[in-house]
């Protein structure tokens, strides 16, 4: 008995370690430290912009030109300078249309093989349709842009709880398996084609999903060693 209960330990202290990996301030409940902002970003802990998703309290928003009069978190920058501040190089937002908009952007480090998850949700007062695109992305360590979506491409609920006109739901996204090591996460939306209409991304729950390490998988394949002989000597 005392062989199975060490083993139990072990096996618990192996699983509390793998869940405690993580992006520091990800549920954003400590506002932005950890995190670096550009532009318009502010954290919204009053659901001001509609619930953050169940069993969080805080979500961190960024906002286009026309978010400031009720995103109090500063003023939209220009592309360009979304552009360095994510380690882009020159054209790669403004030649998507970018002409101004807000970025968050936090390192991290990983184990290889987790991914990098966060929930997200987009909001805007431009109609689909609209030349004016207004975008949502992310981009890992300051390489491609990922489109999380856009105006025209959104699937939008058909009204929204926060002072803009229409929403998506909270979706999620999930990165690649990383490499070990450092890296960097920047989130940002911008103001498509023009500066004209008020667009915000919603950010919450920014978490890295552990994988299993060898030794976890030793000491499960140990504790079932241990309960199999039990069993036996129990049923003997």
Same mark, same amino acid.
């Given at each position: 008995m005392k062989q199975l209960k060490f083993? *139990? /330990? /072990? &096996?618990? *202290?192996v699983a509390s370690t793998a869940m405690a990996a993580g992006v520091t301030n990800g549920d954003f409940t400590g506002g932005l430290t950890g995190w670096a902002k550009a532009g318009n970003v502010a954290v919204d802990t009053t659901s001001q912009f509609g619930a953050p998703p169940a069993g969080f309290t805080a979500q961190a928003v960024l906002g286009t030109a026309d978010t400031s009069g009720f995103l109090f978190g500063g003023s939209a920058v220009a592309a360009a300078s979304l552009e360095s501040f994510a380690g882009l190089g020159a054209a790669s937002l403004s030649g998507m249309g970018a002409v101004v908009g807000s970025g968050l952007s936090a390192d991290f480090t990983a184990a290889a093989g987790e991914r990098l998850i966060f929930q997200w949700k987009f909001m805007s007062n431009d109609p689909p349709g609209t030349p004016a695109d207004d975008t949502a992305y992310v981009v890992l360590d300051k390489t491609t842009v990922i489109k999380l979506t856009s105006v025209n491409s959104a699937t939008f609920l058909g009204g929204s709880a926060s002072p803009l006109f229409d929403e998506t739901a909270y979706l999620t996204f999930t990165s690649a398996? &990383?490499? /070990? @090591? /450092?890296?960097?996460?920047? *989130? @940002?939306?911008?103001?498509g084609f023009d500066a004209l209409g008020a667009s915000a991304l919603a950010v919450a729950d920014v978490h890295l999903a552990p994988v299993p390490e060898p030794a976890s998988g030793l000491l499960l394949l140990l504790g079932g060693s241990v309960l199999l002989g039990l069993a036996k000597r129990r049923a003997s």
């Open positions: 083993t *139990l /330990a /072990a &096996l618990s *202290l398996p &990383l490499t /070990a @090591g /450092a890296h960097n996460v920047s *989130l @940002g939306v911008f103001d």
